[in-house]
């Protein structure tokens, strides 16, 4: 099982350049999420999707799009990159069930943005 | 807005020493989680607290949910170099529905 897998690994952008997130997962999971990671922060929810067809804002959604593709993928866009978002982008998992939402985490996505 | 606050931000300690982290909400929360992350790593689940008072163990690691459901700690006892990392604890505030708030983490340095 490869559980939660995150495409590119590291990305490089420039200010103003567009790019696309990808997450999928094959543990058959409702829910997924998006989270970035800053020294000192923490983990942030950027968008978070409960079950197919339906997503939500996290706390920190300004500057990002999010698309459940189907139940298995979950991707984030940044349509115009500024250098506030250089960040570890993590995608995340979990079982519908509320007593059950433990997180399964991708590896994560390196982004610089110059 | 719901925030779980967590303390220490970084702590060193010599092999052999324990180690605690502490995790506090302003709000009662339903359940808290609690992950570990190696360095250059991502997250990874540890153990969930639901009851109230609730104690749980997983060799040297000894996880605590408070009274009031509003705090919870993890303790380990005798660090090994293998504790390096950071720990985050995970809040799920009552109708938070599939949300998990994550404290800021404590990072561990273990001292040979």
């Known amino acids: 099982n490869a559980g939660v897998t995150q495409t590119p690994k590291f990305q490089v952008l420039k200010t103003g350049q567009s790019m696309t997130l990808q997450c999928a997962q094959d543990?058959?999971?409702?829910?997924m999420y998006w989270y970035r990671q800053d020294p000192g922060m923490g983990l942030r929810l950027i968008y978070y999707?409960?079950?197919?067809?339906?997503?939500d804002k996290g706390e920190v959604p300004n500057g990002y799009n999010v698309s459940r593709l189907n139940k298995r993928e979950f991707s984030l866009r940044l349509e115009s990159a500024a250098p506030s978002q250089t960040s570890v982008y993590f995608c995340a998992s979990s079982e519908l069930s509320g007593a059950k939402n433990i997180q399964y985490f991708g590896a994560g996505t390196r982004l610089s943005v110059l | 807005g719901q925030q779980v606050m967590q303390i220490p931000q970084y702590q060193h300690v010599q092999e052999g020493e324990d180690f605690t982290t502490y995790c506090n909400s302003s709000t009662t929360l339903s359940n808290i989680q609690w992950y570990k992350q190696r360095p250059g790593g991502h997250p990874v689940f540890l153990i969930q607290?639901?009851?109230?008072?609730e104690v749980k163990k997983q060799k040297r690691l000894t996880f605590q949910f408070g009274e009031a459901k509003k705090n919870s700690s993890l303790h380990i006892t005798a660090t090994q170099t293998t504790d390096v990392g950071t720990y985050f604890c995970a809040g799920r505030f009552s109708g938070g529905y599939q949300k998990v708030t994550f404290g800021t983490g404590t990072k561990l340095q273990v001292i040979p």
């Open positions: 999707s409960a079950s197919e067809g339906t997503t």
């Open positions: 543990m058959n999971h409702n829910s």
């Open positions: 607290l639901v009851k109230s008072g």
